[in-house]
């Protein structure tokens, strides 16, 4: 069975000889909760990919405190990313640089590159400073579930499949880290996150965004595959198109099914009184509630009718991301 325990003198021995045996404990961090690994140890991080499921060719990120010298690890790391990297880290920014191929090939899936993030959530700091190893950690939610933001949410996911969660609350962030490429002359974003591509720009001038074209050769792996998904049905209808939402919402409502509407900015007050999930009125706020909602949403409906929020660029570019695919198996569930 899986314990959940705060994260203090008791749980990490534990966590550590768990982790050095080759197993997998979960982890909080200020975005969202990680399943963590030996980076070193190919077995150890090939399990983590059987205990989600995880496509084998998308590759994890390693962890590591912040005083870890991460040239330890990696190469050729560019002047931008020194800069950024004393700006926001520890932070929600992982940078993508090459590898110097001492961490498992398992990692980055035979890439030659290697993610490297140093998250600013102190729980995930006394972890990772009490291991003082590279710690591989993809979300820790089932493969193409919705990523898990509290203890409770990964219990929920893998209870009986790891034998520890150390619990650090509920994340602020909410959303996963931004995914920062930097193996070229500029930095390109493969994820969007709660590190903008605007703030990114602000500080080292330039900075590019990779569009993953469905059917193109994806960057970054993951970009190919179903993200976030709640269990119910979905529905994701613009702003402008609200009427639609709510003639869909009476419609599927008269049949009997089970119907809520998941929207941000104030829209909660204009539905009529039909049953919604508020997502907040902030950007940070709706980033910070997505996934709480997505499995409230499961939980509770059978349709989930997502009305997108207004505003796009800065952190609405990675809450667009996540809610779009959460939304992409319409109807197919
Ligand atoms: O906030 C986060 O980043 C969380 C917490 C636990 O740290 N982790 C997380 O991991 O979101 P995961 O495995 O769910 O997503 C990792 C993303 C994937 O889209 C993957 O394709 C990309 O990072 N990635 C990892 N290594 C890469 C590499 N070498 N080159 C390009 N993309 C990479
Ligand atoms: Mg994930």
């Known amino acids: 069975m899986t314990k959940i325990l705060p994260i203090d003198g008791h749980s990490l021995p534990l966590a550590a000889k768990i982790i050095k045996n080759g197993g997998a404990v979960a982890f909080p961090t200020e975005t969202v909760y990680g399943l963590g690994a030996d980076a ?45 990297a004393e700006k926001f880290l ?36 006394r972890f990772l400073k009490y291991l003082d190893i590279p710690i591989a950690a993809p979300s820790a939610n089932i493969s193409k579930h919705v990523s898990t933001t509290t203890a409770l949410h990964v219990y929920a996911d893998l209870n009986g499949k790891i034998p520890l969660i150390l619990d650090g609350g509920s994340c602020s962030g909410g959303i996963e ?6 193996t070229g002359d500029i930095p390109v974003v493969l ?13 080292v001038g330039a900075c590019g965004e990779y569009v993953f074209k469905e059917g193109g050769v994806a960057r970054s792996p993951g970009m190919k595959y179903g993200h976030y998904m709640p269990k119910c049905r979905t529905a994701l209808f613009k702003s402008v198109d609200k009427d639609k939402a709510l003639k869909l919402y009476d419609e599927e409502s008269e049949k009997g099914v089970e119907v809520c509407i998941l929207c941000g900015g104030g829209a909660a007050k204009t539905l009529g ?23 409230k949403a499961e939980e509770i409906c059978g349709l989930m009718i997502a009305i997108a929020p207004e505003g796009r660029g800065g952190v609405m570019t990675g809450v667009m991301n996540r809610l779009t695919k959460a939304c992409k198996s319409k109807y197919e569930r």
């Open 40 to 84: 070193f140890n190919g077995e150890a991080v090939a399990n983590i990919f059987k205990i989600k499921g995880r496509p084998n060719d998308n590759p994890l990120i390693v962890h590591v405190h912040k005083d870890y010298d991460i040239n330890r690890i990696v190469k050729d790391i560019p002047g931008y990313a020194v800069k950024l």
């Open 90 to 125: 520890p932070g929600p920014l992982t940078m993508v640089y090459k590898s110097r191929g001492l961490v498992s090939d398992a990692v980055s899936c035979g890439l030659d590159t290697l993610a490297v993030r140093i998250p600013s959530h102190e729980g995930a700091q």
């Open 177 to 182: 880290s931004t995914v920062l490429d930097c």
């Open 191 to 203: 994820r969007s996150g709660l590190i903008t591509r605007e703030m990114v720009e602000e500080t």
């Open 273 to 295: 009184g039909r049953k919604c999930l508020d997502l907040g009125d902030t950007p940070e706020a709706m980033a910070a509630n997505l996934y709480a909602m997505l499995r």
